[in-house]
């Protein structure tokens, strides 16, 4: 029994899916053989990803295998309730609403869970959170499940040693065709795709300051400087600040590049990372907005407090006045500005990060019976298989080890 907003958004749903469909070759791939195989067969999994049409392609992909699947998003903002709507049309229950506050979004979580998953998909640990926590209940049946970014791995991970993670557990970030493509090429762009047309201002000519440089904040600098600015890197590892420079960025503290910045993007997973004494001293028209995971990366709540007047500026921009005149411009009220502002990753990277997802859950779906409750590696076979699926489909060959190569790579003697 979905729960959506407005059934008849549903045909605008539907072509956002079919064209994303076009682009996603190597989970056509996957579907193909999952119709035949059906490695779901009898069992429920519960998707909570940003509820867009790459994901509804997911959730199409995983009932060709057999599931019997339940589908909600992971941040309100990024709910597309066209897309969620189509889903609901197309017999796959759906729990999504743009834009309910925080309470409507741990009901729509919830009401997923109602479903007692054999398997789940998470994408910042809110499923496993509520599953380790009051909804123990729907959990009985939990085979496992796969965890799709960084910051929800950290917290899979820290559950683990307190000895508390509900099931086993794939870390589908860390696979390579997962972070090194996503993370920094599929953040790298899409985080501009929506600050760009957000603003509609140019990004040349612009000092912007990244905050982390590591595999988000790498593909957000080099797509700045791409773009004609200047780039600010702050970092608190001393060889990520190293590469950085090497990168030809200038590095130092944020409360030195506070001031420089007429465009900052966080992506560190971490707190703190631009406070009240930061927007003291930023440009009058400095625009702050976050890459990382959580809203709590740019402190919207200090600038509230500093400011005389706050005021909706354009769709996603809300200004701020500070007593002194000056006006700061914080996009997508400081959530993940990729998703909350713009349509997240191109269809092209999600095709790898959810190939990888649709085998780690036929993974723990296969091996069920051998599991404990750890974090698991995604075997490096399937993380193989999927990066020369992807090569074959953008028509790109590679050479292949001989077996004298492979000896002598293998070996001492030579
Ligand atoms: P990462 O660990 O590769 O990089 C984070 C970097 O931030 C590290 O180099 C770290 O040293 C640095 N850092 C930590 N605290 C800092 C601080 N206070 N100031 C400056 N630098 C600091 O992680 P990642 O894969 O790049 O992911 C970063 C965040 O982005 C995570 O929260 C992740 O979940 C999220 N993420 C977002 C998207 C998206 O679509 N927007 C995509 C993937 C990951
Ligand atoms: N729950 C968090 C979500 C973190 S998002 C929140 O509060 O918003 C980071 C993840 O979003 C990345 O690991 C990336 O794989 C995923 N992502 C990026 N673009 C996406 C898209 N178009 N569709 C679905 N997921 C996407």
Redesign the pocket.
């Known amino acids: 029994m979905s729960r959506i907003k407005d059934r008849s958004l549903a045909p605008s749903g539907l072509q956002k899916i079919q064209w994303v469909r076009d682009f996603m070759p190597a989970l056509s791939g996957i579907e193909e053989r999952f119709r035949r195989e059906k490695p779901f067969a009898g069992l429920t999994i519960a998707v909570?990803?940003?509820?867009?049409?790459?994901?509804a392609n997911?959730g199409l992909v995983l009932r060709e295998g057999g599931a019997d699947v339940h589908l909600t998003g992971?941040?309100p903002?990024?709910t597309q309730d066209d897309v969620a709507a189509a889903m609901d049309q197309l017999g796959v229950d759906t729990y999504g609403i743009h834009g309910v506050d925080p309470q409507g979004y741990e009901d729509l979580l919830v009401e997923t869970l109602k479903c007692r998953p054999h398997l789940i998909v998470d994408?910042?640990?809110?499923l496993i959170a509520l599953l380790g926590g009051r909804c123990a209940e729907y959990g009985t049946r939990l085979v496992g499940g796969c965890e799709?970014?960084?910051?929800?791995i950290h917290r899979l991970r820290a559950r683990e040693r307190a000895g508390i993670l509900p099931c086993p557990m794939m870390a589908v970030?860390d696979a390579k065709a997962?972070?090194y493509y996503?993370?920094k090429y599929?953040?790298g762009q899409?985080s501009w795709d929506a600050i760009m047309h957000t603003t509609n201002l140019m990004v040349a000519g612009k000092t912007v300051v990244v905050a982390g440089y590591g595999w988000c904040g790498k593909g957000i600098a080099m797509r700045a400087k791409g773009m004609g600015a200047e780039v600010i890197v702050t970092e608190v590892d001393p060889f990520k600040a190293l590469e950085a420079t090497m990168e030809n960025f200038r590095v130092m503290p944020m409360d030195e590049a506070a001031r420089y910045g007429d465009i900052f993007v966080t992506a560190t997973g971490c707190r703190d990372v631009i406070v009240a004494r930061h927007f003291a001293v930023m440009k009058n028209n400095a625009i702050p907005c976050n890459s990382g995971?959580?809203?709590c990366e740019v402190d919207v709540a200090a600038l509230a407090n500093l400011a005389r007047e706050r005021f909706p500026r354009r769709a996603n921009i809300e200004g701020f006045r500070l007593e002194d005149g000056r006006v700061l411009n914080v996009l997508a009220e400081g959530?993940?500005v990729?998703?909350?502002a713009g349509?997240?990753?191109?269809?092209e990277?999600?095709d790898m990060?959810?190939a990888v997802q649709a085998l780690s859950l036929e993974w723990l779906a296969r091996h069920r019976d051998g599991l404990d409750r750890r974090v698991y590696e995604v075997p490096a076979e399937l993380d193989d298989q999927i990066g020369r699926v992807k090569l074959a489909a953008m028509g790109l060959t590679i050479d292949t080890l001989t077996p004298e190569q492979e000896a002598y790579l293998a070996g001492w003697e030579a």
């Open positions: 909570s990803v940003h509820l867009e049409a790459k994901t997911l992971c941040n903002l990024s994408d910042g640990g809110d799709e970014t960084t910051t929800g970030n997962k972070h996503d993370n599929g953040t899409s995971h959580f809203d959530r993940l990729n998703l909350a349509n997240g990753h191109p269809a990277i999600m990060s959810f």
